[in-house]
């Protein structure tokens, strides 16, 4: 599984971005791909996933800003930020996960199930 962010960035609070992974390698059946974050000083976190099956799922501090996508037909995903807070700022990794379908949508987001990383992409909200 090969999964390359790109479209981080420097914006200002309030601003929009769009993040992009590039994903190749991988089955999009019954799995799961997301979008998780990690701040200075602070432990990786979930923020948005997809299931093959169209579920999407928010970590509460992003719901209504932001809004993750798969497009099919180009294998990239995406997340689309909008209202963007300086406590956004973090490296934006993308994950995929084979087989997330097959656990309770409340534990999507938990790092510790996810298989496969990209490298990341900076994000940085200035106030």
């Known amino acids: 599984v090969q999964l390359v962010e790109s479209g981080g960035g420097l914006v200002q609070g309030g601003e929009s971005l769009t993040l992009s992974c590039a994903v190749s390698?991988?089955?999009?059946?019954?799995?799961?791909i997301g979008w998780f974050r990690q701040a200075p000083g602070k432990e990786r976190e979930g923020v948005a996933c997809?299931?093959?099956?169209?579920?999407?799922v928010y970590t509460d501090s992003v719901k209504g800003r932001f809004t993750i996508s798969f497009d099919n037909a180009k294998n990239i995903l995406y997340l689309q930020m909008n209202s963007l807070k300086p406590t956004d700022t973090a490296v934006y990794y993308c994950?995929?996960?084979?087989?997330?379908?097959?656990?309770?949508?409340?534990?999507?987001?938990?790092?510790?199930?996810?298989?496969?990383w990209g490298r990341g992409t900076q994000v940085t909200v200035s106030s």
């Open positions: 997809i299931t093959s099956e169209g579920t999407t």
């Open positions: 994950a995929a996960k084979p087989g997330l379908t097959y656990y309770a949508s409340t534990y999507f987001l938990n790092v510790n199930l996810w298989n496969d």
């Open positions: 390698g991988f089955t999009f059946d019954d799995a799961g």
